[in-house]
T-cell receptor
Framework: GIQVEQSPPDLILQEGANSTLRCNFS?????LQWFHQNPWGQLINLFY???GTKQNGRLSATTVATERYSLLYISSSQTTDSGVYFC???????????FGDGTTLTVKP | DGGITQSPKYLFRKEGQNVTLSCEQN?????MYWYRQDPGQGLRLIYY???????QKGDIAEGYSVSREKKESFPLTVTSAQKNPTAFYLC????????????FGPGTRLTVL
């Protein structure tokens, strides 16, 4: 099956700092999503981005499908950005949806 | 409001008992999914369903069963055959095709006593 590796596993920032989270995957995929899991366990969909670049406020994401990686950028971090960020990939009709182990982000005031 | 609801939020079960977790969505989505999350780990796919009366096994289906009798509902039964059922269970749905943008419910925390 597809292997998904996220880095770094843990990240601690001061409020206002910028960060880059990375997701590497082992095979060609049709679908890639970034999620934020808050401290209560709720997963929030950030981006659906199988290729290209998208931006939403302070967050942006880039997927380079040919090189099998995706990046999530968080600018001007806030304490509410704390939580776990997951990358999930899948191949349509392959019957698999694979999540990475996540990056745990802690933003300190 | 449109969304996905899961119930109960917390569930305690004695060993040997079957339990059913509820997942309902009013987003008119065709596809629905069940995932399991263990502490400090990512999500693993248990079952998914593309349309009513059809469902497929995911990576860790053993010890679980599902049904899809209505478009809005996709209940998950954790059977006594599941050796280590204590986990956080998340339900999701997506609109026009399997593996499109997935939206998640709030989850159910199951603890086996």
């Amino acid at each position: 099956g597809i292997q998904v590796e996220q880095s770094p596993p843990d990240l601690i920032l001061q409020e206002g700092a910028n960060s880059t989270l990375r997701c590497n995957f082992s095979d060609s995929v049709n679908n890639l999503q970034w999620f934020h899991q808050n401290p209560w366990g709720q997963l929030i969909n950030l981006f659906y981005i199988p290729s290209g670049t998208k931006q939403n406020g302070r967050l942006s994401a880039t997927t380079v499908a040919t090189e099998r990686y995706s990046l999530l950028y968080i600018s001007s971090s806030q304490t509410t950005d704390s939580g776990v960020y997951f990358c999930a990939v899948s191949i349509t009709n392959a019957g698999k949806s694979t999540f990475g182990d996540g990056t745990t982000l802690t933003v300190k005031p | 409001d449109g969304g996905i609801t899961q119930s109960p939020k917390y569930l305690f079960r004695k060993e040997g008992q079957n339990v059913t977790l509820s997942c309902e969505q009013n987003l008119n989505h065709d596809a629905m999914y069940w995932y399991r999350q263990d502490p400090g780990q990512g999500l693993r796919l248990i079952y998914y369903s593309q349309i009513v009366n059809d469902f497929q096994k995911g990576d860790i289906a053993e010890g679980y069963s599902v049904s899809r009798e209505k478009k809005e509902s996709f209940p998950l039964t954790v059977t006594s055959a599941q050796k280590n059922p204590t986990a956080f269970y998340l339900c999701a749905s997506s609109s026009d095709r399997v593996w499109g943008t997935q939206y998640f419910g709030p989850g159910t925390r199951l603890t086996v006593l």
